[in-house]
Structures are given as structure tokens and as C-alpha cells.
């Protein structure tokens, strides 16, 4: 325990390294309320941000191998679950049935571990811990050729990368299963350097050599001197690039992580201060092994590694991995920090994929400034997938959409319509007369119905982004058609709660042009509760004739109800397979 009491907690408290490992777990009877040196804590669980709550049921996924069914009855019944990060420095599992606590695991990153004392702090300013998302899924080990459920996670600005959990069973203890079971690996800067602070969610897939694994950009900053504390990090990135990073993980349980045969590591780009963003895995064949996978960089670039070749050094060979497409600097550097979303391309998936994506970002102070940004534009970008025609996209072959006006809380769109033979894909920037605010795309875009969904953040200008602050700024939640950004022949959202979707949700402006006042469906409407956290979840009523959306943001919780368009279209997007 003595690295706990690195900072800030000293001895001349009379205190032992137990009694502040007690305190972590939940004693209070050293807090100043009872007389103590330990900060009084409101409430035992530490704030929850930027981590997403994960729901795990009992094994549901489609392998087809005999010894998977077998494993998926035997825990039929096993308790389903709740994950979730948290900035008291642990991730939490919870039973989804009544909330009692099953696990709360400290990741033993030493940016973490190094910080816990400060919790214990009388003067405790906020910091971030166990801060990042999620994914769960089912791995084959052949070890022991069992089945196994894994929990992967990241710690996004608590610290540089990720830990894995083995939940199998979904019953913890101090004796059994071992925690020395349950904690599968851990891969941070240590085992190397650039790897950087994750932002992203991690995915655990199924590689084409039949190997389980977690996949992950290397996120960023993984160049920085310093810690979060303001300890230097001796583990420091010397080209500082992007990275796609792909962790075998039963060849991980043992710690010992060697480059080409316990993970691989993809370097893109040349450019320093890189960075590479959430990945977006694809399963072009439903075989449930990932062909393809796609992520965006600092940089502005889409690319595309393809990963179907047994041999997994083949990977890392120049003609398997692309650049899809490229962002203008024309208006600013157009970034890239948020996940891709990438379904069959609008005529079937003979045609390709189309891939969606937003630029922009919110990580440091001068990205909430309103003026003297750099204007940020969503896209749907065709990627062909054929190995004879040139993958790169320009923008001379985007159809574009723009927004047109703003009004009563709503937004109204061009409804430019697509041109197959001669277009690429489509691009709306994110800039109202000209003007864009400083307006981006920081959360996951969502292809439902035929339809994109995405938020947006218009940045309020405040110099306080700390986790408390509502001041951030404001948000858009918009929905186009997926297949070339125009507006949607119906109001998408339900704006005066009658029910309907009609003329009454219609928004009216006055015509530039012919000057008069006109009506069309809106494509987006402003958030009644603050900044957007990300995708909204949707939820359908009892009638399958409206459809919830479900809106977390910064001011609170509220629901939106969406037009439901009926389809019988195959596979919109290949989030679920994973």
C-alpha cells in the first residue's frame, strides 16, 4: 500500500496504508465527520462521466461451435450485470436486478493507483480515474478450452490504457473465483509507450487467426512529460504517431506483452502529436471474425486496415491498410476524436460500405472557445471495397448539404438528392450562414432506419470545463437521411408532444432568395438539457408507432419522440455483431 501515500496523505496523521484501503472500500470511520484525516464523502460512489453504464446479460452471442452452446445454457441463468467506470478510481459491477454491488476492481495503472491517496483528501479537488467506456463479449481460451466472458475497459483521462476482467461467472468474491482469476491483464505505456489516453471504447472481436482480442487506437498525448498528477512519465512515445493496437488476450493473462506475437501494433500516418480514435470493427462475411477495421485521426484521416489474412504480421503490410478518405484544411484543421459508424452503402453491399463520421474536438481549454475555429462538417463517405478502383475520396466527388436556418429550436436542411455515377458520398458543414460557432461533432453517430442520427456541441466560450460546470455550452441532435444528408420527407421529432408528426412540427423561415416565409421538416432540433453526452438511446412505445429517444446531457435527462419509418432492409450497421 505505500504508494498510496505517495501524494498527498503523510504519515504525521498517525494513519496506516490499511486504513486508507479501508477508506477507498467505504469506511468511514476515519472521515473528518467521525473525528478523522479522511475527507467526508458525500456518497460512496465516485462521480460517473464519460463512462457509459454496460449492461451484461447471460452469453448470447451467434458462434456457432458446439462447446459455445453448451457454455451459453450452462449460464442461462446467471445474474445479468451492470459495468461502469467511476472517478473514485475503481470500475463497478452491479446486479442489474436490485443494484447490489458484485466487484469494484482498482486497475493497477500507476496513474491511477498513484492518485487514490488524493481521494482521502480534506481539500480533494475532482480529478478523472476509471473515466472510459466499456465492451464485453465471450473468448474462446485454449488454456484451459473453456469459454470465458470478458469486460475490457479503458481509463480515457485517468490514465494511458486498458485493463480486462474475467466475469464469467458473475459471482465475486475474496476467495472464489481468485481475484488473481478475475484480474485477466492489464496494457498501458509501460508495456509501450505509445500507447496514450484512450478515448474510445474498446472491442473485443475475433480475429481471422481464430485468436480473441481487444482492438483499440492508441489515443493521445502519449508523447506528454507528465502524468496527471504532475509526476513525469518516464514512458514516453519518441514519434508520438497513430497506432492502431490489436491485444491478443488469453497470450496477455500472463503480463508479459511481446510486440508481433502478443499484440500487434499498426503505425499510420507521419505526422507527430497524432493520434488515433475509437476503431470501428467489420464483419464483411457474417463469419464473426473482422475483416475490416476503420478509425480517424488527429490528422483528419479515414483509414482502413484490413485484417483478413490469417497471419497476423500481414496486417502491418502498406497494401492492407488506406486511407479512405481526407478532411479539408480549407476552413481549419478538420480532426478526428469520436467513433465511426459504417453500414451497407443505400443500394446493398454489393456496393460497398458507406462510413459516417464527425469532426471536431473537446479536449483541451482552447477547443471551447466559440470564434477562431476551424468549421467542422459530418460526413457519409463511400468506401467501394474493391481492390481494382482508387480508395482515396475527394471532396470534388461529395454532394453537400447545408444548413439552412434556425428557428424555434429547430433546424432546417438542404434535401440535395445523390447522384450515384458521379457522387462519393455526401458532407454538411456544421456553419450557418457562414458562421460556425465553433460547432463539432464529439459523440457517436448512430445509423437507425435508414436514418443518421448525431449530436453536435456548440461550445459556450467559458474557460471552466471542469466536471461540474454547466457552462460548457449547448447542443443540436440531428437526423438526415443516411444516404445523402437531406433532409427527411417528415418531421423526425414529435416538437409539440401531440403525438403526431405533421405540419405543426414543420419549421418556418423566410427563403433567402425569393424572400418569402416557407415551411419544410426539420432536421434537427436544440437540446432542452444541455450538452449531449453521446448517442441517444431509443425506445420503442407499446403501439410501434413512436419511438423515444432518450437524452442525457449535461442539465439532466429528458425523451424526444421520433417517427418511426417501417422498413424491411437487411443489416443497417455491424454494431450488434460485436
Known sequence: YADLFNKPLAKKNQITEEDLVNYLRGDKSKSTAAGGPFRTRASLLGDMVHSSPLYIGPPNQYYSEPSYALFSQSLAKRTPMVAVGSNDGMVHIFSAKNGAPLLSYVPSNSTVWNQLGYLAAPNYDHRFYVDGELDSGDVYFDSDQKWHTVLAGVLRSGGQGLYALDITEGLFSESSPSPETTALLEFNDRDDPDMGYVFGKPHIVKMSNNKWAIITGNGYNSGKLTYPSGD??????????????????????????????????????????????????????????VDYIYAGDLDGKI??????????????????????????????????????????????????????????????????????????AFYGIWDENKSNTPTLVGYANLLQQSILAENNDMRASTDNKIDWTKHKGWYMKLELDGANRGEKVIGSPKLHNGRIIFTTLIP???????????????????????????????PPYDVNGDGLFTQADYIYYIDPVTKKEVSVPHSGIKSSVGVLGGTPGILMDASNTIEYKVLSGSNGITTQGESVIQTNEGRQSWQEVY
Not at 478532411?327 to 456496393?351: E, K
Not at 447542443?475 to 433532409?487: F, I, K, P
Open 232 to 289: 513525469s512519465d518516464p514512458y514516453i512515445s519518441s514519434n508520438k504517431k497513430a497506432y492502431l493496437f490489436i491485444l491478443f488476450i488469453e497470450q496477455g493473462k500472463d503480463g508479459v506483452w511481446t510486440p508481433d506475437t502478443d499484440y500487434i501494433k499498426i503505425p499510420v500516418g507521419t505526422s507527430n502529436d497524432n493520434g488515433l480514435a475509437e476503431v470501428f470493427p467489420v464483419d464483411n462475411d457474417s463469419d464473426l471474425k
Open 303 to 376: 483509414y482502413k486496415f484490413d485484417v483478413r489474412d490469417k497471419d497476423p504480421l500481414n496486417w502491418k503490410k502498406a497494401e492492407n491498410i488506406k486511407v479512405v478518405f481526407e478532411t479539408s484544411n480549407a476552413d481549419g484543421q478538420q480532426v478526428i476524436t469520436t467513433p465511426l459508424m459504417v453500414g451497407p452503402h443505400p443500394n446493398g453491399l454489393q456496393y460497398g460500405m458507406m462510413v459516417y463520421f464527425g469532426t471536431g474536438k473537446q479536449i483541451e481549454l482552447s477547443d471551447n472557445l466559440k470564434s477562431n475555429q476551424p468549421t467542422q
Open 460 to 490: 459556450s466560450g467559458s474557460s471552466d470545463l471542469s466536471v461540474c460546470s454547466s457552462n460548457i455550452g449547448t447542443s443540436w441532435l440531428m437526423e438526415l437521411n443516411a444516404s445523402d444528408g437531406s433532409r427527411l420527407g417528415i
